[in-house]
């Protein structure tokens, strides 16, 4: 069967991340690999790194890059949507509390489900709601266990520290007093797919009054519980 698309760029570049499958290569270990000639080979590698699809180890031998895995994650957002909606229902219920499922995509996330607290007052963020990356629970767990430099680039102009980063990676949870809005608290956990990459967070979210100053203590088991059922239905996927 003929495996060329007649794209040759792309042709290539595809035979560079075969060759990058089974192990790290140096450049003379892609060439022998993949055939190219050893500029082509240079110049392709290169490129694939500037997307994050390649990426260099310790001995700056060329490896498979994250961003194969974030797009292996989105792959899996179906099944992630799919179960989100009864998870976050037996969340809202069990802490009384309007619940939300983020993702991130660029510089901002998105909630992709959401389970509303059905009366009262409630802190409402309906489904295809774009917030910054800069402020809220949600946004110190999508940050928090990034690569150094992307964590670096999303701590300029936020609202919480890498102090606080730190915090939430040491508890497995994060909480917001009034970060995002005035009056709004939040607790989160993250959600990680197959490779244990975080692809979403999980919150609840309400007045103050209610959650008061403290949220975490009252609510964080109950929404790291639900993040744990939705990172278990990623990795039966």
Request: hydrophobic share 45%; with cysteine.
């Amino acid at each position: 069967m003929d495996n060329t698309s007649g794209v040759g760029v792309l042709d290539k570049a595809t035979l560079v991340l075969s060759a990058l499958e089974s192990g790290p290569a140096t450049l003379a270990g892609l060439v022998a690999a993949t055939g190219l000639a050893r500029p082509t080979a240079h110049r392709l590698a290169v490129a694939l790194e500037h997307h994050r699809l390649v990426t260099r180890d310790m001995q700056g031998r060329f490896i498979l890059g994250p961003r194969l895995s974030e797009l292996s994650a989105a792959a899996g957002e179906d099944r992630l949507l799919a179960t989100a909606g009864p998870v976050l229902t037996h969340l809202r219920d069990v802490t009384g509390e309007s619940a939300q499922l983020y993702r991130r995509q660029g510089e901002v996330r998105i909630c992709v489900a959401a389970a509303e607290r059905l009366s009262g007052l409630r802190d409402t963020v309906p489904v295809g709601t774009t917030l910054p990356m800069k402020a809220g629970s949600a946004a110190q767990v999508l940050l928090a266990w990034e690569e150094p430099e992307r964590l670096h680039r999303g701590l300029q102009g936020a609202r919480f520290t890498a102090t606080a980063l730190s915090g939430v990676r040491r508890r497995g949870w994060a909480q917001s007093i009034g970060e995002r809005e005035l009056g709004v608290a939040s607790v989160c956990a993250p959600v990680r797919g197959p490779s244990n990459r975080v692809v979403a967070a999980v919150s609840v979210s309400g007045p103050i009054e209610r959650l008061t100053r403290h949220p975490g203590p009252l609510h964080a088991q109950a929404v790291i519980e639900a993040a744990h059922h939705l990172s278990e239905a990623l990795r039966r996927a």
